[in-house]
C-alpha cells in the first residue's frame, strides 16, 4: 500500500507576511478576506506527503500561537 500526497488548504486568522516561509517550506503561503468580519487571514496551501507531515504542521502553528481557522483537503 503506497502513500500519496494530499493537497491541503489550511487558513489561520493572523496575516503571515513570506518572511515565515521557512517555518512551513512545503506550503504556498497566500492572502485573503475573512468571511465573517472581512479582516485579512492567511491560507497555507500544498502537498503533503503523509498525516505525520500535517500533523507537524499543525504542530507548528500551535507553537507560534496562531489562530487555526480550518483545514480543508482538496482533490487533487
Known amino acids: 500500500m503506497g502513500t500519496r500526497a494530499h493537497v491541503y488548504e489550511i487558513r489561520i486568522e493572523e496575516t503571515l507576511d513570506d518572511c515565515w516561509t521557512n517555518w512551513f517550506s512545503s506550503l504556498e503561503i497566500s492572502r485573503g478576506r475573512a468571511d465573517a468580519d472581512g479582516g485579512?487571514?492567511?491560507?497555507?496551501?500544498?502537498?503533503?506527503?503523509?498525516?505525520?507531515?500535517?500533523?507537524?504542521?499543525?504542530?507548528?502553528?500551535?507553537?507560534?500561537?496562531?489562530?487555526?481557522?480550518?483545514?480543508?483537503r482538496l482533490k487533487n
Open 40 to 72: 485579512e487571514h492567511t491560507i497555507l496551501r500544498g502537498a503533503v506527503p503523509d498525516q505525520a507531515a500535517l500533523y507537524g504542521i499543525l504542530a507548528s502553528i500551535r507553537n507560534l500561537n496562531l489562530t487555526l481557522v480550518s483545514v480543508h
